[in-house]
């Protein structure tokens, strides 16, 4: 039971984020390691109050990572977390230390990434974030959705566009779908993950961000143009297999309409390969980094 932040131990920061800082602490009755984000109110009250809503809800799948706790911080604090500690971090610690992922390895993160979607999809959450910093990894392992600070439940057809001119967000907008650039274009939300799983994917290929060329520092302007009107996904992923191409062009289909769909997708051959051998893998991947 933690009810103020006088009951935890402060050990070390994890991340810090908009608004946001993630902290690794222990239980000062019982040592356990926790994770705790403290998101300050700050001018976005709403969004936050949002983020603690949805956290209460998506407890029972082993592809999300668990909130045990929420509680107000007092003071100037904010609205605290507590969640289970992801004690490899995130798929974007890994890349940056690994560069290039094997197709096993991202065949079996696909399959998580879908499994957790699927169950997010039933509660009609769209987790409309999904990139490497936000899908997190233990020793063991396993890859777990995490960050729900720009999630939303569904509520029949929206506009999601969200042309902002704020440049902090551009690492965020480099895994949105074209039809979240789209004025007035309408869509059910929930395909918009799809696309920025085909995103992570190829990058786990390619070990660059894909959607623009090697070396280039995208500015809004030519990220918008990749992600509209960019290149093929053939040509990004020159060497891969037939499954790999095939699956990343099912994700990365610029027609939200047409795009796969989970459950189409929990059933694609490069995905639900091999499970036992898919964990391991990555569980010796992660060790070689650390
Ligand atoms: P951003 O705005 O960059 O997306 P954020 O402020 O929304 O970040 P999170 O994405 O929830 O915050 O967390 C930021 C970082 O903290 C993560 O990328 C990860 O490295 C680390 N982190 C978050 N939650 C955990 C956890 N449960 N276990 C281990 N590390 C975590
Ligand atoms: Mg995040």
Redesign the pocket.
């Known amino acids: 039971h933690h009810h103020a932040l006088s009951d935890l131990n402060i050990l070390s920061v994890?991340?810090?984020?908009?608004?946001?800082t993630?902290y690794?602490v222990s239980d000062n009755q019982t040592g356990a390691i926790y994770?705790l984000?403290v998101?300050r109110f700050g001018e976005n009250v709403e969004s936050v109050i949002r983020e603690a809503e949805i956290l209460q809800r998506v407890v029972s799948s082993e592809y999300v990572?668990r909130c045990l706790k929420v509680f107000d911080g007092g003071g100037d604090h904010g609205l605290c977390f507590v969640?289970?500690?992801?004690?490899a971090?995130?798929l974007?610690?890994i890349l940056s230390k690994k560069k290039r992922l094997s197709e096993n390895v991202i065949s079996f993160i696909a399959t998580c990434v879908l499994r957790g979607l699927q169950y997010l999809h039933a509660l009609q959450l769209v987790h409309r974030?999904i990139k490497p910093?936000?899908l997190?990894v233990t020793m063991r392992g396993e890859v777990k959705i995490?960050?729900f600070?720009a999630s939303r439940v569904v509520a029949g057809p929206t506009s999601s566009c969200v042309i902002s001119t704020d440049g902090a967000c551009i690492?965020?907008c480099a895994y949105m779908s074209p039809e979240r650039w789209d004025v007035g274009e309408e869509c059910d939300g929930y395909a918009g993950d799809v696309w920025s799983l085909g995103v992570v994917a190829m990058e786990c290929y390619v070990g660059r961000f894909p959607l623009v060329g090697p070396g280039q520092k995208p500015d809004w302007v030519t990220l918008v143009c990749a992600i509209c009107f960019g290149e093929n996904v053939e040509s990004v992923v020159k060497m891969g297999s037939p499954e790999f191409v095939s699956f990343c062009k099912r994700c990365l289909e610029r027609e939200w309409r047409n795009r796969g769909t989970v459950e189409e997708l929990l059933l694609h051959p490069f995905v639900n390969k091999s499970e036992i051998s898919g964990v391991e893998d990555f569980a010796s991947c992660i060790a070689s980094t650390h």
């Open positions: 994890l991340g810090r984020g908009n608004g946001a993630v690794k994770a984000k998101v990572v969640m289970e500690y992801m004690d971090g995130s974007h610690n974030d910093s936000n997190l995490a960050d600070g690492g965020t």
